[in-house]
Nanobody, 129 residues
């Protein structure tokens, strides 16, 4: 059974940094879209950053470009989200997600797309001004 386990959230002041981690068990991690989504209070869930595990090619939401970086360690089945220059509007529950294997179709990995897959339990990020 595939289980993404996300962690690393917490509280930060505007301008500070946080790093989220997601360890995925039960999946090969070599042909999937892994990434982070978030749900601000009272809003819908939105894509933040995703990467295709086969190549590491990453895609970002416009709101986080230049501030957030997604990376992966395939040997550890782990994906990270480094969040710098945090803003109060980054406050949200952050969820890790890994897709089912994409059959080599890396073009399916987009930040706007939620492929069939598995969610982590979520980790809260709160940024104060």
């Amino acid at each position: 059974q595939v289980r993404p386990a996300d962690s690393g959230g917490g509280s930060a002041q505007a301008g500070e940094s946080l790093r989220l981690s997601c360890v995925v068990s039960g999946n090969t991690f070599t042909d999937s879209c892994v990434g982070w989504f978030r749900q601000p209070p009272g809003k819908e869930r939105e894509g933040v950053a995703v990467a295709y595990t086969g190549t590491g090619t990453a895609y970002y939401a416009d709101s986080v470009k230049g501030r957030f970086t997604i990376s992966q360690d395939n040997a550890k089945n782990t994906v990270y989200l480094q969040m710098n220059s945090l803003k109060p509007e980054d406050t949200a529950m952050y969820y890790c997600r890994i897709s089912v294997p994409l059959g080599g179709k890396s073009t399916k990995c987009r930040v706007e797309v939620i492929n069939a897959g598995y969610w982590g339990q979520g980790t809260q990020v709160t940024v104060s001004s």
